[in-house]
């Protein structure tokens, strides 16, 4: 711990707030996870996490673990036309050909996260109600009573974030007209599926997606769908079966085999929101989907969430008390347009992948090409201009 570092609360123990910690930590900082649940967990579904954290992951010493719990996905990794032809190889490496994708239960990532910290760093029953700030000191307040005061207070309280209005007047999310019904598969039910590939099928308005998890012992599916009437007014549901079951009914009978073994589901509404056009104010700051909630069509909200916790790091790591407001706006500068960028993306995509975008043939085309972006994507390393904007504090 450096002795003049700033001090830090983190409010959320998701995916970003843990990262981030395990990130401040390794850069010798004082950190503090404050999370409303009375235990930190998460629902039972897979996310996909690609090479650009992978590699920040590694760099906290978590390169074990994701590859204890994850399920590397290889060459056979394939889009399809709903009927089962396919379209083109899913882009697996970053351009030098490092293969770092996995297929990853939530709640593994969630654990082996939380394991990775010192003891008493989390501190779960701890709800944020209230925000204050003066020029030397971030005060937050809960709904148990407690108060807290840092030098820095980062947001990682996800799309309905309580602290985000202490930074840019509340707006409402925006839905998508998308509903993703999600669940998994023991491997043994399906024991002639691959254990190492990600799959698409591509249809109109609809998409299907499969990847394993949990080192290939769970099959992990979302069927993305036209929202009903019910899914407009809830952000979860419980999920009928034999429902997700005739949605893709007549699709390619791969489809059809798995989801005969489905016995439960869970339908997700998609929101995500604008772009905001900051995320902080003086010591608080927006992490991971509080400051940039975005549809799941490029699987990266969390791997954004990852780059985002590295890049506050680094840079916080320069800093000192007096200097980490500059510090935030540093790590804001870095990050906001790149994300806005890829929270536009994952809308176009998603309407890429419904063929919404122009006919069969060119979604097909559009698909086919997309590997390049995905390299691009995969390529960067959040570190090496986080270093820069460090050393220019
Ligand atoms: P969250 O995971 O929402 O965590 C926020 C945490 O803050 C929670 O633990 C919550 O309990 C806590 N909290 C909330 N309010 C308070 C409060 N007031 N006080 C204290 N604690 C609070 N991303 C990918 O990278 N790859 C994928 O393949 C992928 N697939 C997805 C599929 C679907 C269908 C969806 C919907 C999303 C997907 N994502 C994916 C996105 C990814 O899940 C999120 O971007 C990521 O989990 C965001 O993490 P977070 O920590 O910012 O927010």
């Known amino acids: 711990m450096t002795a003049s570092g700033p001090s830090i609360a983190i409010i959320g123990g998701g995916i970003g707030g843990l990262f981030a910690a395990n990130a401040l930590i390794a850069h010798g900082l004082s950190v503090q996870v404050y999370e ?7 629902v039972g579904a897979g996310v996909f996490i690609t ?33 089962g032809s396919p379209i083109a190889p899913v882009q697996v490496t970053d351009s030098a050909g490092w293969n770092a ?62 602290l985000r209005p202490f930074v840019f007047p509340p707006s409402d999310p925006v839905f998508s007209g998308t509903v993703a019904y999600r669940g998994l598969v023991p491997h043994a039910a399906v024991p002639d599926w691959p254990k190492d590939a990600w799959q698409m099928w591509l249809g109109r308005g609809k998409h299907f997606l499969v990847f394993p998890v949990r080192a290939g012992q769970l099959v992990n ?9 019910q899914m407009k007014e809830s952000w979860t549901a419980q999920g009928d079966p034999d429902a997700l079951r005739a949605e893709f009914a007549g699709w390619d009978p791969r489809i059809e085999g798995l989801l005969k073994e489905v016995t439960s589901t869970f339908k997700w509404a998609l929101y995500d929101r604008e772009p905001l056009p900051t995320w902080t104010r003086g010591r608080l700051t927006l992490l991971g989907d509080a400051a ?25 790591a320069n800093a000192d008390r007096d200097t980490a407001p500059a510090a935030l706006v540093a790590y804001e500068k870095l990050r906001r347009e790149r994300v806005a960028g890829v929270q536009r993306g994952a809308r176009e995509n998603g309407l890429r992948y419904d063929t919404m975008l122009g006919d069969v043939a060119k979604r097909d085309a559009e698909i086919v090409a997309h590997a390049s972006f995905r390299k691009t994507l995969y390529d960067h390393d959040v570190v090496v201009e986080a270093r820069e904007a460090a050393e220019a504090l």
Request: charged share 15%; aromatic share 6%; net charge negative.
């Open 36 to 42: 409303q649940a009375p235990a930190l967990g998460e």
């Open 51 to 83: 090479p650009n954290s992978v590699r920040q992951l590694e760099r906290v010493g978590l390169g074990p673990a994701v590859e204890t719990w994850g399920a590397r996905v290889g060459s056979g990794s394939r889009y399809f036309r709903d009927d």
């Open 101 to 162: 994708t996995f297929g990853m239960h939530r709640a593994d990532l969630v654990n082996f996260l939380a394991a990775a910290l010192p003891a008493g760093v989390v501190h779960t029953g701890h709800r944020a109600t209230g925000f204050a700030q003066d020029e030397s000191t971030a005060r937050v307040t809960f709904a148990n009573g407690a108060v807290v005061e840092a030098d820095i207070v980062v947001a990682c309280d996800g799309i309905h974030s309580e």
């Open 221 to 229: 599916y979302v069927g993305f769908v036209p929202a009903d009437a």
């Open 292 to 316: 940039h909630p975005m549809l799941p069509h490029l699987g990266q909200g969390a791997n954004q969430s990852i780059e985002d916790g590295m890049a506050l790091a680094t840079i916080l």
